[in-house]
């Protein structure tokens, strides 16, 4: 990418904690990405109220083209951020029709208690930096619940856990809500946003006939070393009664 993109690309996550890239990777690229997902194995599934696919865990390293996507995201990152990235989590979102949608939230922002009944906070036990990469698999729009994406609230973990309903999740309070401005964002096939986890973010549920799927993959920085399998095996551990931000 030019330089005067990658530019454009840091002032928009300044200013508001994201950035969208269009045609990031091709229709070609996103095929073999779904038949990687398909045939993956050893991974974490979830199933929503309808017991229909919600989502699917620990996919990054399933198949030659999901780790090229991993690649392609951490030099786009390497590139905006002039720091080097590792992945600390990753899903893929399927939210078919009548999917549920997800509650207003921040990421990362809750406390959980871990197998050894230690209260902890979140994401932030890993890291104090986190940014998450968005990529459509489907075209996303509305009708079918796209993501809807507010500027970055500022402030530390404790200041911003303060904004949310503290109930295990990091799901925003409702007068916090109220007084957030989220931007619907329209994706097509290959398109990738980039944003901050202290980006408010929702969905709404999947009204059309025809999926919505998303890949998720979030990275912290490199300097503070991989974190994947701590983060993964902290959830499973975790006391935690709800582990969902769904929205019917």
Same mark, same amino acid.
């Given at each position: 990418?030019?330089?005067?993109?990658?530019? %454009?690309?840091? /002032?928009?996550?300044?200013?508001?904690?994201?950035?969208?890239? @269009?045609?990031?990777? =091709? &229709? $070609?690229?996103?095929?073999?990405?779904?038949?990687?997902?398909? $045939?993956?194995? %050893?991974?974490?599934?979830?199933?929503?109220?309808? =017991?229909? #696919?919600?989502?699917?865990?620990?996919?990054?390293?399933?198949?030659?083209?999901?780790?090229?996507?991993?690649?392609?995201?951490?030099? *786009? #990152?390497?590139?905006?951020?002039?720091?080097?990235? *590792?992945?600390?989590?990753? @899903?893929?979102?399927? &939210?078919?029709?009548?999917?549920?949608?997800?509650?207003?939230?921040?990421?990362?922002?809750?406390?959980?208690?871990?197998?050894?009944?230690?209260?902890?906070?979140?994401?932030?036990?890993?890291?104090?930096?986190?940014?998450?990469?968005?990529?459509?698999?489907?075209?996303?729009? @509305?009708?079918?619940?796209?993501?809807?994406?507010? $500027?970055?609230?500022?402030?530390?973990?404790?200041?911003? #856990? %303060?904004? +949310?309903?503290?109930?295990?999740?990091?799901?925003?309070?409702? &007068?916090?809500?109220?007084? +957030?401005?989220?931007?619907?964002?329209?994706?097509?096939?290959?398109?990738?946003?980039?944003?901050?986890? $202290?980006?408010?973010?929702?969905?709404? &549920?999947?009204?059309?006939? !025809?999926?919505?799927?998303?890949?998720?993959? +979030?990275? +912290?920085? /490199?300097?503070?070393?991989? @974190?994947?399998?701590?983060?993964?095996?902290? !959830?499973?551990?975790? !006391?935690?009664?709800?582990?969902? #931000?769904?929205?019917?």
């Amino acid at each position: 990418m030019s330089n005067l993109i990658i530019s %454009n690309y840091k /002032e928009q996550f300044d200013n508001n904690g994201y950035f969208v890239s @269009k045609n990031f990777v =091709d &229709k $070609k690229f996103i095929t073999q990405i779904i038949n990687e997902i398909d $045939k993956s194995k %050893n991974t974490i599934k979830y199933l929503d109220s309808n =017991d229909e #696919l919600r989502r699917i865990e620990k996919i990054y390293d399933k198949g030659e083209n999901l780790l090229l996507l991993n690649k392609k995201i951490s030099i *786009l #990152l390497k590139e905006v951020f002039n720091e080097d990235f *590792l992945i600390f989590k990753d @899903k893929y979102n399927a &939210k078919p029709p009548g999917g549920e949608g997800f509650f207003a939230h921040y990421d990362g922002i809750f406390n959980f208690i871990n197998s050894n009944n230690q209260k902890k906070n979140g994401w932030y036990e890993y890291g104090d930096f986190f940014i998450n990469a968005l990529v459509a698999i489907d075209n996303c729009n @509305k009708e079918n619940g796209t993501i809807e994406l507010a $500027k970055f609230h500022k402030g530390g973990f404790q200041e911003l #856990l %303060n904004n +949310t309903k503290k109930d295990g999740t990091p799901a925003l309070s409702n &007068k916090i809500e109220s007084i +957030t401005s989220f931007n619907l964002i329209n994706l097509n096939v290959g398109d990738i946003v980039i944003f901050s986890n $202290k980006c408010p973010h929702r969905s709404k &549920k999947n009204y059309s006939n !025809k999926n919505r799927r998303i890949i998720y993959y +979030t990275y +912290t920085l /490199e300097k503070n070393g991989s @974190k994947y399998e701590e983060y993964f095996r902290d !959830k499973e551990g975790s !006391k935690n009664s709800s582990k969902s #931000l769904s929205e019917k």
